[in-house]
C-alpha cells in the first residue's frame, strides 16, 4: 500500500509544517521516505536546553501498519550527539516499545513519537547506557526492527 | 488590514484594532511597534490590556462570526481514518466504506482497518501467540474489535487439530522418555536378579516378564476385535497380577543409586517395617526367624539394618582415624584447595578421582551434614521383596521354596557405609567426606562414578559370592544330597529332589549377600591400610638432586 503510505505522509508533512511543540522541529523531508527532526529537551540537567539531538525517520512503503525506524543521528556539523539515556545505544538505537512490531499502532505518527521520545529523555534520571552497550554496538547486526527488547524497566 | 476576512486567526484581528490603538495611544512606551507580521504575536502580548477593548468593540458591531476550522483535522464533523489520514471529504467512490467497530470516536476504513488487522495476525508478530490470532484491539480504547469472516468447516477442523497436536508434543515426549527409562530399568533389573541369584532362581522370578516382553502387539489383533479385547483383558490382569514384579525391577536401579547417598539413611530402615507388616502368612513362612536359614525375603530385608549397624561401627571405630591419617598428608601449613574434594593420598595412587577435585566444573553446595560418597548398597528392596513373595506361592506351590525365597529378590544390599576412599579397580566415587567447612561439589565425573559404581555392585556382588563358592569348602557351600554329585550347586536345584539347605551359603542368592558384604567389608580394610600407610610414608619422602655430575661430564664443563 505505498499510495496509502504516502498520502499519509504528506499529510503528516503538512500538519508539521505548521505547529510543532516546543523543542522539536522539523529539519529536513525532501525524501517522503526520510525525515530528520531536531529534538531538545528542557528541564532535565543532563540534556543542557542548547543541546540538540537529530532524529531520523524512514518510512517503509507499509506505513503506517508498520512502525517507521527512529534512530538518533551523530552528525560532526552541525554537532549532534547521541543522547545520554540508558535505553539509548550509542549507535542511536533507540529501545521504546512504541517503536516496536508489538508496540506500534497506526494511531500514532511523527510528531506522537517525538513528544514520546521527548518525555522519555525528560524524565530521566539515570545519566548511563544500558548495560551492554559496547558489545551490542560491536556486534549488532539486525536493523532496530527486528531485534528483541525485553522492556522490563518501567522507571525510566 | 481592514480588508482582512473576520475568519482570520484571532490575532490577525486585532491588528486593525491595533493600528486604530496606535493612531489613538502614540505615546504608550510599552509597544514597540513593527508593521511586519511575524512580530504580530508579540505586540499582542504586549498591548494585551488595550486590544480586548478593541476587539470587543468590534465584536459588538457584528455579528460573531460562524466557529471556522482552519483545515478539516479540528471539525469534529468530518470523519477521519485514524490509519490513513484521510477525511471524509477525500472519499472517492473507490474508498471503501467507513466503519466504527469500538466505543471510542476512532474511525477508519474498512481496508484500513483490514490491512492492520492482517498485519497484527501475521506470523511474524505472533511467535507464541494461537492460531487464529488474538484479540485485536482497539489501540485507544482497547475495546476488542470483532470480524465476521467466512465460515468454513474443514478450515476450522483443520486448525483445531493443529492446536491440539502443538500441545500434544510435550506430553508426547515425555512419555517417551519415561518410557525409555522404565524400560532400561527393567533391563538392568533382570540383569541383577541374575547375577544374585544364578541361572535357575532368576529364571523362575522372571519368567512371568519373559513371555510379556514378546507377546505381539495387541493391535496386531485387529482383524478380529473380540479376540483383541480379550488379549488386552488378559495383558492388563497379567501385569496387575505380577504387579510387584513390574514395579519392583525397574526400581532396583534407582534404589541402589540412591543407596550409595546418605538420603537413603533416613528411608531405608523404614522399608523392612513395611515387608513385615505386609508379609502374608505363606507355607513357607518367611517370618519364620527361629528357623535357620533365613529366607531370602527375609535376609534382604534385615539389611538395611545391617548397613546402619556396620555403618556406626565404622564412625566410631575408624572414622576418627582415617582423618587423621589424611590430614597428615597435607600440607603442613592448612588446608589445601583440595580439601574440599580429594583424599590427598591420590596423589600416589594417580586415579582419575583426582580429575574430579581439578574439575573446572565443579559446583559448590553447601549443605548440611554431607551428602556425599557413600558406598551404600540399598536394601530398598525389601518393599519389592514382599510384594514379589506373594506373588510367588500362587504360581508355584509345588516348590518347596527355599523359605520362600522364590521371588524377585532385590540385588544385595550390603550394609556399608564408607566415607568415600580412592577407588580401587572397582570405581565408587571418590569423594572425601570429612570436611570441617561442611562443602560439597559436585561435579558430573563424580556424579557418573557414583552411577556407575551403584550399577555395578550387584554384579559384583554375584561374582563375590561365586567367588566364596570356590574358596569355601564344598560341605559348606552345596547340600549334602548333593555333596556326592558333581561339585555344582544346580544339582541342588532339581526338581522333585528339593531338599532343604541345611546352611546359608547353600544358596547362590545367600552366598551373593555374604559376598558382597565381604567385599565391601575387605575393600574397607584394604583403604583403611593404604591410608594409613601412605600417612607413614609420608614422611619418608625426600627430594632428590638434580645430577650434575653426568650432565657436567657431557657438557663438557669443567
Known amino acids: 500500500m505505498a499510495g496509502m503510505s504516502s498520502k499519509r505522509l504528506q499529510k503528516e508533512l503538512a500538519k508539521i509544517q505548521g505547529t510543532l511543540p516546543p523543542g522539536i522541529s522539523l529539519v529536513s523531508a525532501e525524501n517522503l521516505r526520510e525525515w530528520q527532526m531536531d529534538l531538545s529537551i528542557p528541564d532535565n540537567p543532563i540534556y543542557p536546553p542548547e543541546e540538540k539531538y537529530r532524529l531520523r525517520f524512514q518510512f517503509s512503503p507499509s506505513y503506517p501498519i508498520e512502525a517507521p525506524e527512529v534512530v538518533f543521528l551523530s552528525l560532526a556539523n552541525p554537532e549532534r550527539k547521541i543522547p545520554l539515556h540508558p535505553h539509548i545505544y550509542t549507535n542511536g538505537i533507540i529501545c521504546l516499545d512504541l517503536l516496536d512490531?508489538?508496540?506500534?499502532?497506526?494511531?500514532?505518527?511523527?510528531?506522537?513519537?517525538?513528544?514520546?521520545?521527548?518525555?522519555?529523555?525528560?524524565?530521566?534520571?539515570?545519566?548511563?547506557?544500558?548495560?551492554?552497550?559496547?558489545e551490542f554496538v560491536r556486534s549488532n547486526r539486525q536493523r532496530p526492527r527486528d531485534i528483541n527488547f525485553l522492556y522490563h524497566d518501567p522507571t525510566v | 488590514m481592514a480588508a482582512?476576512?473576520?475568519?482570520?486567526?484571532?490575532?490577525?484581528?486585532?491588528?486593525?484594532?491595533?493600528?486604530?490603538?496606535?493612531?489613538?495611544?502614540?505615546?504608550?512606551?510599552?509597544?514597540?511597534?513593527?508593521?511586519?507580521?511575524?512580530?504580530?504575536?508579540?505586540?499582542?502580548?504586549?498591548?494585551?490590556?488595550?486590544e480586548p477593548q478593541q476587539s470587543q468593540d468590534q465584536q459588538q458591531s457584528s455579528v460573531p462570526p460562524p466557529r471556522h476550522y482552519q483545515n478539516n483535522d479540528d471539525d469534529p464533523n468530518i470523519k477521519k481514518c485514524w490509519i490513513c489520514f484521510s477525511d471524509a471529504t477525500e472519499d472517492t467512490p473507490e474508498t471503501s466504506p467507513w466503519r466504527d467497530p469500538c466505543p471510542c470516536a476512532l474511525v477508519a476504513h474498512e481496508e484500513c482497518l483490514l490491512d492492520w488487522i492482517a498485519d497484527m495476525e501475521s506470523p511474524k508478530n505472533s511467535r507464541n501467540r494461537p492460531i487464529g490470532g488474538p484479540k485485536i484491539e482497539c489501540p485507544q480504547c482497547k475495546s476488542e474489535i470483532k470480524l465476521a469472516r467466512p465460515r468454513n468447516y474443514v478450515v476450522d477442523a483443520v486448525r483445531g487439530l493443529e492446536r491440539i497436536s502443538a500441545k500434544a508434543v510435550t506430553p508426547g515426549a515425555v512419555m517417551v522418555l519415561s518410557g525409555l527409562l522404565y524400560n532400561s530399568s527393567i533391563a538392568w533389573g533382570i540383569h541383577?536378579?541374575?547375577?544374585?541369584?544364578?541361572?535357575?532362581?532368576?529364571?523362575?522370578?522372571?519368567?512371568?516378564?519373559?513371555?510379556?516382553?514378546?507377546r505381539p502387539p495387541v493391535d496386531s489383533y485387529t482383524g478380529d476385535l473380540r479376540q483383541a479385547a480379550q488379549t488386552a483383558v488378559g495383558v492388563l490382569l497379567d501385569h496387575l497380577v505380577h504387579w510387584r514384579l513390574y514395579l519392583g525391577l525397574p526400581l532396583i536401579a534407582p534404589v541402589v543409586i540412591l543407596s550409595r547417598t546418605k538420603l537413603a539413611d533416613a528411608v531405608l530402615p523404614i522399608l523392612p517395617i513395611i515387608f513385615f507388616a505386609t508379609q502374608q502368612h505363606s507355607p513357607d513362612d518367611g517370618l519364620d526367624f527361629a528357623h535357620w536359614p533365613p529366607s531370602a525375603s527375609l535376609s534382604f530385608a534385615v539389611l538395611p539394618y545391617i548397613r546402619s549397624a556396620y555403618n556406626l561401627y565404622y564412625e566410631r571405630v575408624w572414622a576418627a582415624k582415617e582423618k587423621q591419617w589424611l590430614k597428615q598428608i597435607q600440607p603442613r601449613n592448612g588446608q589445601g584447595q583440595n580439601d574440599a574434594n580429594n583424599a590427598d593420598g591420590v596423589a600416589d595412587l594417580g586415579h582419575l578421582d583426582q580429575a574430579a577435585a581439578d574439575d573446572d566444573n565443579i559446583f559448590e553446595v553447601r549443605i548440611d551434614g554431607g551428602l556425599w560418597d557413600d558406598w551404600d548398597e540399598d536394601p530398598g528392596?525389601?518393599?519389592?521383596?514382599?510384594?514379589?513373595?506373594?506373588?510367588?506361592?500362587?504360581?508355584?506351590?509345588?516348590?518347596?521354596?527355599?523359605?520362600?525365597?522364590?521371588?524377585?529378590?532385590?540385588?544385595?544390599?550390603?550394609?556399608?557405609?564408607?566415607?568415600?576412599?580412592?577407588?580401587?579397580?572397582?570405581?565408587?566415587?571418590?569423594?572425601?567426606?570429612?570436611?570441617?567447612?561442611?562443602?560439597?561439589?559436585?561435579?558430573?565425573?563424580?556424579?557418573?562414578?557414583?552411577?556407575?559404581?551403584?550399577?555395578?555392585?550387584?554384579?559384583?556382588?554375584?561374582?563375590?559370592?561365586?567367588?566364596?563358592?570356590?574358596?569355601?569348602?564344598?560341605?559348606?557351600?552345596?547340600?549334602?544330597?548333593?555333596?556326592?554329585?558333581?561339585?555344582?550347586?544346580?544339582?541342588?536345584?532339581?526338581?522333585?529332589?528339593?531338599?532343604?539347605?541345611?546352611?546359608?551359603?547353600?544358596?547362590?542368592?545367600?552366598?551373593?549377600?555374604?559376598?558382597?558384604?565381604?567385599?565391601?567389608?575387605?575393600?574397607?580394610?584394604?583403604?583403611?591400610?593404604?591410608?594409613?600407610?601412605?600417612?607413614?610414608?609420608?614422611?619418608?619422602?625426600?627430594?632428590?638432586?638434580?645430577?650434575?655430575?653426568?650432565?657436567?661430564?657431557?657438557?663438557?664443563?669443567?
Not at chain 2, 198 to 203: A, H, I, L, Q, S
Not at chain 2, 460 to 466: E, M
Not at chain 2, 471 to 486: D, E, G, I, K, N
Open chain 2, 381 to 558: 528392596q525389601p518393599q519389592p521383596d514382599a510384594q514379589n513373595n506373594r506373588a510367588a506361592p500362587p504360581p508355584m506351590p509345588q516348590r518347596q521354596p527355599q523359605a520362600g525365597a522364590e521371588q524377585a529378590q532385590p540385588p544385595p544390599n550390603i550394609a556399608d557405609d564408607r566415607q568415600q576412599p580412592q577407588p580401587n579397580a572397582v570405581p565408587p566415587p571418590a569423594q572425601n567426606i570429612q570436611q570441617p567447612d561442611r562443602r560439597l561439589s559436585f561435579s558430573p565425573t563424580a556424579i557418573a562414578e557414583t552411577v556407575l559404581g551403584a550399577l555395578l555392585f550387584p554384579t559384583l556382588a554375584g561374582l563375590s559370592g561365586d567367588l566364596l563358592k570356590l574358596l569355601l569348602p564344598l560341605a559348606w557351600t552345596t547340600s549334602s544330597a548333593a555333596v556326592s554329585l558333581a561339585p555344582s550347586a544346580l544339582a541342588f536345584w532339581r526338581p522333585g529332589l528339593r531338599v532343604p539347605a541345611r546352611g546359608l551359603l547353600q544358596e547362590k542368592w545367600a552366598r551373593s549377600l555374604v559376598g558382597g558384604c565381604l567385599f565391601v567389608v575387605a575393600k574397607d580394610a584394604v583403604m583403611l591400610y593404604v591410608r594409613w600407610k601412605i600417612a607413614r610414608m609420608h614422611r619418608g619422602r625426600k627430594v632428590l638432586d638434580y645430577d650434575r655430575r653426568k650432565a657436567g661430564a657431557r657438557s663438557g664443563r669443567v
Open chain 1, 101 to 134: 512490531s508489538q508496540g506500534w499502532s497506526p494511531v500514532h505518527n511523527v510528531e506522537s513519537i517525538c513528544i514520546s521520545i521527548q518525555s522519555m529523555l525528560a524524565g530521566n534520571t539515570k545519566a548511563e547506557r544500558p548495560p551492554g552497550d559496547a
Open chain 2, 4 to 50: 482582512l476576512p473576520p475568519r482570520q486567526q484571532f490575532q490577525r484581528r486585532t491588528s486593525p484594532g491595533e493600528v486604530a490603538g496606535q493612531a489613538q495611544t502614540p505615546a504608550s512606551p510599552v509597544r514597540t511597534r513593527s508593521a511586519t507580521s511575524e512580530d504580530s504575536q508579540t505586540l499582542f502580548l504586549n498591548s494585551a490590556q488595550e
Open chain 2, 192 to 214: 541383577s536378579i541374575y547375577s544374585i541369584f544364578g541361572e535357575d532362581d532368576g529364571f523362575r522370578i522372571l519368567r512371568p516378564i519373559l513371555l510379556n516382553a514378546i
